[in-house]
């Protein structure tokens, strides 16, 4: 019990300063929207960091990047099967989310004006290949400086990581310099997240104050679907990608093998604290070594399941709160982006990750302090999915590069 206290400390503070958001808003109601400045600030905070955050996490990260040796059909085969297996997470977010409703608004103007900011509605037509290059570049390089233009920030930020690793020995001082610069923006983030309880709290008072106890049904509602979408995907999902990599002894060494992953991904509530005991579970299930110790550490970073089945979530929140239509393909491309890209960036991808869905769909940019909360219910469900699935995953990987008697054959070698 200490140590779960002592893992989840922050996340269980933050709940209880929402809860009690909650209370003060229900009980003040419209009065409690006199907390509104000290959510502002918070979030202005937050904000305010948000593209020094993406430039330099990218840019150092990819700097930083070596060319991995390992062979190129175990490499290939991952990218295919975290693709995959991504895309089916994708569509059981979004049957999840179209079958209840998250959310009920009933007036989003009124929401607009709380938050202070006008969404982005699109008045005019533009030609796909237009509005994709608008997208991802700007004009000015000033304009890459403003969270307006998240997507070209993310853009400019690998580009110029890339060039820093071209660069070799005369890029590393460059390097050096950024990489310090993202260890100060770390810092301030952390300072940022010490007024987090005060800040959300507040905020999430003001909304409860202002539109009752609506939108704390959303987001308990939003939870529970949540955690009953992920253990049926956790039982069904997992069961089905173990007997297609290896049938039924593949099954029985999944289950019997994996819930120290499970435990400890629960316990800890983050994916890269669990790749050594899921590491060490994918080997015991007959993993073979190399693709065990490349797709566990490539599957933290570019393979999340629960995240991605949480994007959708997210999505569909903000498309409920503020009453807009979305289409499923939109939804699909915006979840697979926001996480198999943006959070393989190892600090601050989630944040980076809700700045760009809420960019791209065009929605107010205050509204990020209701992505945040989001985050923090689902967080504990959405890593163990995210810690397990890449143990599946390099089921499949082994099924793919090894054939289909992989298992038996690592079986047989055992007992001889």
């Given at each position: 019990?200490k140590?779960?206290?002592?893992?989840?400390?922050s996340?269980?503070?933050?709940?209880?300063?929402?809860?009690?958001?909650t209370?003060v808003?229900?009980?003040?109601?419209?009065?409690?929207t006199?907390l509104?400045p000290f959510?502002?600030?918070?979030?202005?905070?937050?904000?305010?960091?948000?593209?020094?955050?993406?430039?330099?996490?990218?840019?150092?990260?990819?700097?930083?990047?070596?060319?991995?040796?390992?062979?190129?059909k175990i490499l290939?085969?991952?990218?295919?099967?975290?693709?995959?297996?991504?895309?089916v997470?994708?569509l059981?977010?979004?049957?999840s989310?179209k079958?209840?409703?998250?959310v009920?608004?009933?007036?989003?103007n009124a929401?607009?004006?709380?938050?202070?900011?006008?969404?982005?509605?699109?008045?005019?037509?533009?030609?796909?290949?237009?509005r994709?290059?608008?997208?991802?570049?700007?004009?000015d390089f000033a304009?890459v400086?403003t969270?307006?233009?998240i997507v070209?920030?993310?853009?400019?930020?690998?580009?110029?990581?890339?060039?820093?690793?071209?660069?070799k020995?005369?890029?590393?001082?460059?390097?050096?310099?950024l990489?310090?610069?993202?260890?100060?923006?770390?810092?301030?983030?952390?300072?940022?997240?010490?007024?987090?309880?005060?800040?959300?709290?507040?905020?999430?008072?003001?909304?409860?104050?202002t539109?009752?106890?609506?939108?704390?049904?959303?987001?308990?509602k939003?939870?529970?679907?949540?955690?009953?979408?992920?253990v049926l995907?956790?039982?069904?999902?997992?069961?089905l990608?173990?007997?297609?990599?290896?049938?039924k002894?593949?099954?029985?060494?999944?289950?019997?093998?994996?819930?120290p992953?499970?435990l400890?991904?629960?316990?800890t509530?983050?994916?890269?604290?669990?790749?050594?005991?899921?590491?060490?579970?994918a080997?015991?299930?007959?993993?073979?070594?190399?693709i065990a110790?490349?797709?566990?550490?490539?599957?933290?970073?570019f393979?999340?399941?629960?995240?991605?089945?949480?994007?959708v979530?997210k999505?569909?929140?903000?498309?409920?709160?503020?009453?807009?239509?979305?289409?499923t393909?939109?939804v699909?491309?915006i979840?697979l982006?926001?996480?198999?890209?943006?959070?393989?960036?190892?600090?601050?991808?989630?944040?980076?990750?809700e700045?760009?869905?809420i960019?791209?769909?065009?929605?107010?940019?205050?509204?990020?302090?209701?992505?945040?909360?989001?985050?923090?219910i689902?967080?504990?469900?959405?890593?163990m999915?995210n810690v397990?699935?890449?143990s599946?995953?390099s089921?499949?990987?082994?099924?793919?590069?090894?054939?289909?008697?992989?298992?038996k054959?690592?079986i047989?070698?055992?007992?001889?």
């Amino acid at each position: 019990m200490k140590k779960f206290i002592k893992n989840y400390k922050s996340s269980l503070i933050l709940l209880g300063s929402i809860i009690l958001g909650t209370i003060v808003g229900l009980i003040f109601k419209e009065k409690a929207t006199i907390l509104s400045p000290f959510g502002d600030l918070f979030l202005n905070l937050l904000l305010v960091i948000i593209v020094p955050l993406i430039f330099l996490t990218i840019t150092t990260s990819i700097g930083k990047m070596k060319q991995p040796k390992r062979i190129g059909k175990i490499l290939g085969a991952i990218f295919a099967v975290f693709i995959v297996t991504s895309l089916v997470s994708v569509l059981v977010g979004i049957g999840s989310t179209k079958a209840f409703k998250l959310v009920n608004a009933q007036d989003s103007n009124a929401i607009k004006e709380v938050l202070k900011e006008e969404a982005n509605e699109e008045t005019e037509k533009v030609n796909f290949l237009s509005r994709t290059v608008d997208t991802i570049s700007v004009s000015d390089f000033a304009k890459v400086l403003t969270r307006d233009n998240i997507v070209a920030v993310i853009v400019f930020s690998v580009l110029i990581g890339i060039s820093i690793n071209l660069s070799k020995e005369k890029g590393t001082k460059l390097l050096e310099v950024l990489d310090s610069a993202n260890n100060v923006v770390q810092s301030f983030i952390k300072i940022i997240m010490y007024y987090a309880p005060i800040g959300l709290g507040c905020y999430f008072a003001a909304l409860v104050g202002t539109f009752g106890g609506e939108i704390a049904i959303g987001y308990g509602k939003t939870f529970i679907i949540y955690t009953i979408v992920a253990v049926l995907f956790y039982f069904i999902a997992y069961s089905l990608y173990a007997f297609i990599a290896a049938g039924k002894e593949g099954f029985i060494a999944y289950w019997k093998n994996i819930i120290p992953a499970t435990l400890t991904s629960l316990a800890t509530c983050s994916s890269a604290a669990s790749i050594p005991v899921n590491t060490t579970c994918a080997k015991n299930i007959g993993v073979p070594e190399e693709i065990a110790d490349t797709t566990i550490p490539l599957g933290t970073s570019f393979h999340k399941d629960g995240s991605i089945i949480g994007s959708v979530f997210k999505i569909m929140f903000l498309v409920n709160l503020f009453g807009t239509d979305v289409s499923t393909l939109k939804v699909l491309g915006i979840a697979l982006l926001a996480t198999l890209l943006v959070t393989a960036v190892p600090i601050g991808g989630g944040t980076i990750s809700e700045t760009l869905i809420i960019t791209m769909l065009g929605f107010p940019m205050a509204s990020l302090g209701m992505l945040t909360i989001i985050a923090t219910i689902i967080d504990p469900p959405a890593t163990m999915l995210n810690v397990v699935g890449d143990s599946a995953s390099s089921m499949l990987v082994a099924r793919i590069v090894d054939g289909k008697n992989w298992l038996k054959t690592k079986i047989s070698k055992k007992k001889h």
